[in-house]
């Protein structure tokens, strides 16, 4: 077995292993770790069999088979870069309406403590 | 100004506390039968204390959101307590409160969704930097091109929306540096634009939010969001 079989390998099932370790202690949302699930299985496929891999790599054209593996691990981290950079725009989306939703809170409270005869507004 | 309708002047503030007071003055003096809320979007001075000082409503964002967030709570609030007009008036003295019967006008008339008090439509008053007047004639020949209407003063925070737009701002306004892509949203949703003269006065405290530095980011980021709002469904 090569050094580049056995790093692939660990690295690919360290990512698993990380990902439920972090899930089962629930410091990960299982909507959030689906991507990184399945680009860890895929990842750990293909470093297990040299056969698929160098079918594949020899379908897109490329000459040394674990490069493939980078290919495939560049795509994975695409994607899982792009669905944070669409999860953070719905969160900060939300962030905004809590935070204008506070202020109209506000607004109201400051206008029942005044007919109400209290004194001081809300800071 | 007509008595019936029931009228919001919103004025998004941040760290606005030197000119707040001369602003709410000139208010109460023009324009007496509107109610005002001042949006404190997350000001580090006395902004919102010097507003509550003076007795008209106050909205403390926790946090500063800009400006986009800030006029769409004060929509909300229009919207929330079922207003009929909300006026965008700026916190820094710019804005004329004599000016405002004027923006009222086609509203009156029911020209217009949406009035915007141009610079540009009264001869001298108003003379931008050159750098400015190359921007402000870029928003215009790229919104008439896409629009087919003429908006001389694009950028113009000076603005009277009635009830539809009210409500479309309360759940869309745009975030960064929303004057001249909500006008390419209200247009998209039917709505009409029409613009009246006014005057603008030199700022009397504060410091504006658009630098000389700023400027071409500003551009380059409206007309992207401008054309992202075209590509959207």
Known sequence: MDIVKVLAISGSAAVLLVVLELIRRGRLKERYSLLWLFSGTVMLILSLSRGLLEYIARLVGIFY??????????????LITLHFSAVISGLSEKNKRLAQEIALLRQALDEVRRSTGSHGGVQ | MIPMNKILIIIPAYNEEQSLPGVLEDLRGHAPAADI???????????????????VNVASLPYNLGIGGAMQTGFQYARNNDYDIAIQFDGDGQHIAADISELLGPHAAGR????IGSRFLKRGAYRPSFFRKVGIWIFSTVLSAILGIHVTDTTSGFRAANRRVIEYFARAYPEDYPEVESLVLLHRAGM?????PVQMRDRTGGRSSITPIRSAYYMIKVLLAVFVDLMKK
């Open chain 1, 65 to 78: 088979p674990p490069s493939l593996l980078f290919l495939v691990a560049f795509v994975f981290l695409l």
């Open chain 2, 37 to 55: 809320l001042v949006v404190d979007d997350g000001s580090c001075d006395g902004t919102a204390s010097v507003a509550r000082e003076s007795g």
């Open chain 2, 112 to 115: 217009a969704d949406i009035v």
């Open chain 2, 192 to 196: 009409t634009i029409a613009e009246v």
